[in-house]
């Protein structure tokens, strides 16, 4: 495989293309199950990396909207437009969710994206629902809604409004700057109290940001997107997620004093967590990039998950446990309360939900 800096593809994150935990078959030959070659003259890539084109497939689900089981999420319902990621992120836990599509986890994840072109009628049948009571809805739980395919699908756009018509609360993350493509319709929802956002800032580090998270928005255009969203009144979180112990979390005054220059309402943080192959994504990652600092980042990422790479018991994943994790805790707590950002999200309205109408305009019995 080749050994250089920024993905073993042009502008990807992810340097190995593992076997789904599922799958009965696996290449004996892992180097070749990885799929990468030297790329050879002509191939498209100044710096000598094949280009792997993003795939984008149609999602026939039926269904949209997902319910939260975990006590360690504040919501529980979630709506995802998309399978997949284009930003590519090494460090992502929703990695494993394409092992389910018989695909993986590697370059798999953030080349092959799954849209769900139906997401906003599903979306209205399941707010129509005779037993739904209106609370948040998380946009979204898994992959970024605003990833680089939002721009031409609009998908997201269309989720939110639906929302805004039938007045339906909802809780936006994203680490894109292509939501302010939406300004308009994000403010008026504000301005209603059925709207508040989190934006996820990794890394101040440019050089760092693009290696880890490829084709993600920059340091500097995710804090431009904070300023930007409070500056039209929409309540702000910046999200420290994750935390990578011996990588990012020196950077917890930084990131929190910044976020507050910008705007930000308030912060929360989650410490890293490397589930399944997304240990293999990862690892892979630091250790072609970071080689001279890499045993030391595991080392500390074992110290807070009890001498492992992954704790998936509720109530620790998302913190973890031991000394290092009780210091990382009282320095988010330290500078979060000096830049004032310790302040509650806030409480977004469902007085003034009202069902959609069906479109075929048929009354309900009761």
Known sequence: ???????????????????????????????ADQGFQEAAPGMGSSEGLPIVRTEVFRDESRSVVSENQSPDIRFRYSLNPYRGCEHGCTYCYARPTHEMLGLSAGLDFETKIFAKPNAPRLLTEFLRRSDYICEPIALSGVTDPYQPIERS????????????????????????????????LLSDMARRQLLAVSVAVTTLDEQLQHEMEPRASSPLARLDTIKQLSKAGIPVRVLLAPLIPGLTDNEIP?????????????????????????????VEWLQRNYPHRATAVLARIRDVRGNKLNDPRFGSRMRGTGPWADQIAKMFQFFARRNGLLTEFPLLDCSSFQAPADPSGQLTMF
């Open 1 to 31: 495989m080749v050994g250089m800096r920024g993905g073993l593809a042009k502008r990807r994150g992810a340097g190995v293309n593992p076997a789904g935990r599922f799958e009965r078959i696996r290449l004996a030959d892992e180097g």
């Open 153 to 184: 699908l609009c998908i997201t756009r269309s989720c939110l409004e639906v929302m805004a018509r039938c007045g339906q609360p909802v809780e936006l993350i994203s680490k894109s700057r292509l939501i302010l493509r939406d300004l308009d």
């Open 254 to 282: 930084s990131i929190l004093e910044s976020a507050r220059r910008c705007g930000a309402h308030s912060a929360s943080y989650t410490l890293l967590r490397l589930p399944f192959s997304v240990r293999d994504v990862f």
